[in-house]
C-alpha cells in the first residue's frame, strides 16, 4: 500500500511543487485581499451556493494547501484538494466559454489547465527529494533501522 506521504528522490519535482504552490497561495489570499472581484462577489456571479462560505474556505484552502506545497508537507493531501478546487474552478468559469469560441476558453483556462496537470502530477509524484515528506520518510528508516 502507498504511503500518503511517499516520494521519489526526484529533485526537479520542487520547481513543479513552487509553481502550484505559489499560484494557489497567491489567488487563496487574493480571495480576501479583492472579495468582489475574486472571492464572494466572483462566486455570487457564477452562481456557487453558499458563497459568503464557501469563497472563504476555497480561499482558505488554497492558502493552506499552497504552504504545505511550497515547503512540501502532506504533498499529495494538498495537491489531492487543490486538484478538487481546480476543477470545479474549471467546470464551473472555463466550461461555459466554451459556448462562444474554443479560442476564448483556451486563452482564459491556461492558468487553471496548468495547475490541473501540476496537481495531477504531485499526486502522482508526491513532494520530491527536497521536501519535507521525503526527509520525513528517510528519517523515520534510520530511527527504526538503529
Not at 500518503?4 to 487563496?28: C, H, M, P, Y
Not at 480576501?32 to 464572494?40: D, I, K, R, S, T
Not at 451556493?49 to 506545497?69: D, N, R, S
Not at 481546480?86 to 466554451?98: G, N, Q, R
Request: hydrophobic share 50%.
Amino acid at each position: 500500500m502507498l504511503n500518503i506521504t511517499q516520494t521519489d528522490n526526484s529533485k526537479t519535482t520542487i520547481l513543479i511543487r513552487l509553481l502550484v504552490g505559489a499560484v494557489f497561495l497567491s489567488e487563496g489570499i487574493q480571495k480576501f485581499m479583492f472579495p468582489e472581484a475574486l472571492g464572494v462577489g466572483r462566486f455570487i456571479k457564477i452562481g456557487i451556493i453558499y458563497p459568503e462560505y464557501l469563497a472563504p474556505f476555497v480561499g482558505a484552502v488554497e492558502i493552506l494547501c499552497g504552504i504545505l506545497l511550497l515547503v512540501g508537507l502532506l504533498t499529495r493531501i494538498a495537491s489531492f484538494m487543490l486538484f478538487i478546487t481546480i476543477s470545479v474552478a474549471i467546470i464551473t468559469t472555463k466550461f461555459p466559454m466554451l459556448q462562444s469560441s474554443f479560442w476564448k476558453f483556451a486563452h482564459e483556462s491556461r492558468t487553471d489547465f496548468s495547475m490541473f496537470i501540476g496537481t495531477l502530477f504531485l499526486i502522482i509524484r508526491g513532494g520530491g527529494y527536497w521536501s519535507i515528506d521525503f526527509h520525513r520518510k528517510k528519517n523515520g528508516k534510520r530511527k527504526r533501522g538503529r
